[in-house]
């Protein structure tokens, strides 16, 4: 998430921890919640009605109060006391009954079709299938917000936001998420470490393949990953996939177009993948995502593929001196996009339909969406916010990496989205994923189950199909 970063897109961990348990929202307890959204008209709110201005754009009614909910994942939730204070020098009449969790789902989802709360931070592992919530009506539009003016900046809060922003949040020609956190990818090195070496961090599969010895001979692996979370092995799958056989064929795959997955290049993009793990460069054991980034700070391992979250996350066990560095995925001499990054808005916002204070709801996303807000957010976290210019003043290394793979990268920014589209697709590819980094799967076997997995989605009737165009 950094950003995102479980949509951003893909954003976000947590967009950016993202959807390990996503499918489980189709399950018949929660569907019937949600169903009793579907076809029903979004309740009146009684809260709004203020004058409308460039400073309350929504009407905001004092004396109200408005429930705000953020996921306490990587980022921690510091970040969001901070635009409380700021939303609250605007609006000192209106009460912010603000509460964090990991467990979105298991909290917010049975409050969906009565009571729910006003704004949703819907991100981690625990987090509703944002599909399911669109396509039963569950949660609001806000195209509104994106026209409204920008908090502290001039233009409207779409000129204010990163490129992808709007994109990553829209579903059904409406915007939906909003995606606070801009996350990149990539592997991960201890900079100090490879100086001491006099390592080059690698920029293809041929200079990891040939520096994995000597990282060896060191008594370290040469690398780590999250074997829990499969949504963790999927980003730099589809990295690959989409630097070897270029953006058309991923956005073949998420129109479930018929044989994308046998494209030309998929196979290729993941064959190095397998060798690393049939040639025992991983660390063994079946570390989750705290574990394997502690036993790389630990000097255990030389690379992680991760997000730009992890200073944050992993703030209270970082050793003195280590020099977290941020390198793109390692990509073949012949790539289609060698050089375009993965990174996305993540770590999403929505409101649900029958929130008893939707504009509040959204003049708080206006202050999250603010300079200042999102000054605090990258000086807090170390990561990216969504809205423009919020790193330019935060000294950072790990940061600073991320700003220099991005101002140095490709024409597109890598990004991915069936796992929004389809639960069910999103949960398989996981799985999939998993069995490939562990060994249990060839690259061949991958792409035939993937492109059967797919095909079983694009046949059932009985499931909404999206399109993406860009």
Not at 266 to 293: F, I, R, Y
């Amino acid at each position: 998430m950094s950003v995102t970063p479980e949509n951003l897109g893909d954003l976000s961990r947590r967009t950016l921890l993202q959807r390990a348990a996503a499918a489980g929202l189709l399950a018949a307890p929660a569907m019937g919640l949600l169903s009793a959204c579907a076809g029903s008209e979004p309740e009146k709110s009684d809260t709004g009605g203020a004058a409308k201005s460039k400073d309350n754009p929504f009407g905001v009614k004092d004396g109200s109060a408005v429930k705000v909910v953020i996921f306490n994942g990587g980022l921690g939730d510091q970040w969001a006391k901070e635009d409380k204070v700021i939303f609250s020098a605007k609006h000192p009449n209106v009460t912010v009954n603000m509460s964090s969790t990991q467990k979105i789902k298991t909290e917010e989802q049975p409050k969906m079709a009565t009571q729910p709360s006003d704004l949703v931070m819907n991100s981690g592992a625990d987090m509703m299938d944002r599909s399911t919530l669109i396509n039963e009506g569950a949660i609001e539009p806000l195209d509104d917000l994106l026209t409204a003016p920008a908090w502290d900046s001039e233009g409207t809060v779409a000129d204010s936001l990163l490129p992808g922003t709007v994109g990553d949040g829209t579903q059904n020609g409406k915007f939906y998420v909003v995606n606070v956190a801009y996350t990149v990818w990539g592997n991960w090195y201890n900079a100090a470490l490879f100086k001491k070496e006099g390592w080059q961090a690698p920029t293809t599969w041929d200079e990891f393949f040939a520096l994995a010895p000597k990282i060896k001979a060191k008594g370290m692996a040469p690398y780590v990953h999250d074997a829990v979370h499969g949504y963790y092995p999927r980003w730099a799958l589809m990295a690959s996939i989409w630097k070897t056989a270029g953006k058309q064929v991923v956005v073949d795959i998420d129109n479930l177009k018929e044989g994308a997955w046998k494209a030309d290049g998929v196979l290729k993009a993941l064959e190095p993948w397998e060798k690393l793990v049939k040639d025992k460069l991983l660390l063994p054991g079946k570390l989750d995502h705290t574990q394997s980034q502690q036993a790389w700070l630990d000097g255990k391992a030389a690379f992680i593929q991760v997000g730009t979250w992890l200073k944050n996350e992993m703030s209270a066990t970082i050793p003195p001196g280590f020099e977290l560095t941020l390198s793109d995925y390692w990509h073949n001499a012949d790539d289609k996009a060698p050089k375009d990054v993965f990174a996305a808005s993540g770590e999403g916002f929505v409101v649900p339909s029958k929130a008893p204070n939707k504009e509040a709801a959204k003049e708080f996303l206006r202050a999250i969406l603010s300079k200042a807000g999102s000054a605090k957010f990258a000086e807090l976290t170390k990561s990216l916010a969504s809205t423009k210019g919020s790193g330019d003043n935060v000294q950072d290394t790990a940061l600073s990496s991320a700003n220099s793979l991005m101002k140095n990268g490709g024409s597109e920014l890598i990004s991915v989205k069936f796992q929004d589209f389809y639960a069910d697709l999103d949960k398989e590819s996981q799985n999939l994923s998993e069995e490939l980094m562990a060994g249990r799967l060839t690259a061949q076997q991958f792409v035939d189950k993937m492109q059967a997995a797919a095909d079983k989605v694009a046949k059932d009737s009985s499931i909404k199909k999206q399109t993406r165009t860009a």
